[in-house]
Nanobody
């Protein structure tokens, strides 16, 4: 059974940093491109960042480019999202997602598995 479990959310002041982790099990992690999405109250889920299966290619939403960094450790079956210079508009539930054997996509429907989400709240 595939499981994606996110860690590291919490409350942080504007300008601060958080590091999210997503631990995967029940799949061959290196076969999956990984993405991070977020959903704020009353809004649709939106793409944040994605990394290819090897980690050599990454892609970011314009809203987080230069502030967030996605990375992965295939030996640990884990993908990370380092979030710096956080803003109040980054407040959302953050989800990781896995996409089997194909290239990065920003489209949520293109992912096969999802975690349960972790709350990130940025106070201004």
């Amino acid at each position: 059974q595939v499981q994606l479990v996110e860690y590291g959310g919490g409350l942080v002041q504007a300008g601060g940093s958080l590091r999210l982790s997503c631990a995967a099990s029940g799949l061959t992690f290196s076969h999956y491109a990984m993405g991070w999405f977020r959903q704020a109250p009353g809004k649709e889920r939106e793409f944040v960042a994605a990394t290819s299966r090897s980690g050599s290619n990454t892609y970011y939403a314009d809203s987080v480019k230069g502030r967030f960094t996605i990375s992965r450790d295939n030996a640990k079956n884990t993908v990370y999202l380092q979030m710096n210079s956080l803003k109040s508009e980054d407040t959302a539930v953050y989800y990781c997602a896995a996409r089997f054997l194909v290239a990065i996509t920003t489209i949520a429907n293109g992912y096969d598995y999802w975690g349960q989400g972790t709350q990130v709240t940025v106070s201004s």
